[in-house]
């Protein structure tokens, strides 16, 4: 069924729906660079900065690679929760600069110490470098945080590829006891690489996020795509195991998303294992709301604030 969109965003769609269908006329390829740029756009309508008192850009430091992250503790000297953010962008896009605005609300607001990491992103790495280095520092982060004060459990959070992440985190937590992740939040995450869900075809045009954008973003994540394969269908954890062993998960979906009906079914498919679930739907809003909070700000500071009572829970 396709989403209602609200009034809030029928202009800001329809400038987006008419540049889209330009470059289709005019035949513009999708490029990284362009989707890079346009994405970067959006941070113009996130102007709420609000101030955090520690924030300070550091780096993990493997034996082949560096990983940067940026550290955000509205309270240095309070032992905080602490929230591992992986950010959207189709695994090719998104920063932590652009997620800025986000992590400060996020810290200011839930009250915790935030984690952004910048993770290495496809076709120039492809699956599943950017997984690795999520992973690392999830393995590893206290190693981060010797100038602020935290508490001993960690929540992982993502939008989109950020949910990917996170989700394909918790299912390798299955196996490999050196991960550990006591709860995760997910922002209309992406958790089928197999392009099967309903909603790719009833919402995957005019909603911004078109459906033949996703294929092309998993092309350059995986390489070697196709959606029908076993690989393919392994690295998806909607299709993947589903044990009451799986972190307690909050979830937010959106109604004109083309990935609503994955998220919907993976919080299902968790609760249905025993997982204990939150799930909250904002039925007018497109994928990637969250970086459109001058439109929608009072959707956005809802699921903070559903976050922060989340959090508050740990």
Known sequence: MRGNVSPKLTDFLALANSNI?????????????????????????????P????????????????????????????????????????HMCGSVALYDPICRHLASIARCVVISVEYRLAPEYPYPAGLDDCE?????????????????NVTIIGDSAGGAICTSL?????????????????IYPSVDYTLSSPSLDSNGTGFLLETPRIKWYFEQYF???????????????????????????????????????????????????????????FDGMIHAYMLLH?????????????????????
Request: a negative charge.
């Open 21 to 49: 269908a330009l470059a289709k006329q005019n035949n513009v390829q999708f490029t990284p660079t362009v989707l890079r740029e346009n994405l970067n756009k959006l941070g113009a309508l996130m102007s709420d900065l």
């Open 170 to 186: 918790s299912m390798k937590s299955l196996i490999d006891k050196r991960i550990h992740i006591d709860q995760q939040i997910l």
């Open 223 to 281: 390489q070697q795509f196709d959606p029908t394969s076993e690989a393919i269908k392994q690295a998806s954890p909607l299709l993947g195991p589903m044990s009451a062993q799986l972190p307690k998960t909050l979830i937010f979906t959106a109604g004109c998303d083309p990935l609503r009906d994955e998220g919907i079914a993976y919080a299902k498919a968790l609760t249905a294992a025993g997982v204990d679930v939150e799930h909250h739907s």
């Open 294 to 314: 001058d439109l929608v700000k009072e959707e956005c500071m809802a699921t903070y604030q559903r976050i922060a009572e989340f959090m508050a829970k740990v």
């Open 136 to 152: 690392q520092v999830l393995i590893r982060y206290a190693e981060l945080l010797n100038e602020v004060n935290y508490q001993h």
């Open 51 to 90: 101030a955090v008192s520690y924030i300070a850009d550091k780096a993990l430091t493997l034996t082949d690679r560096t990983i940067p992250v940026r550290i955000y503790s509205p309270a240095p000297e309070t032992p905080l929760p602490v929230l591992v953010h992986f950010h959207g962008g189709g």
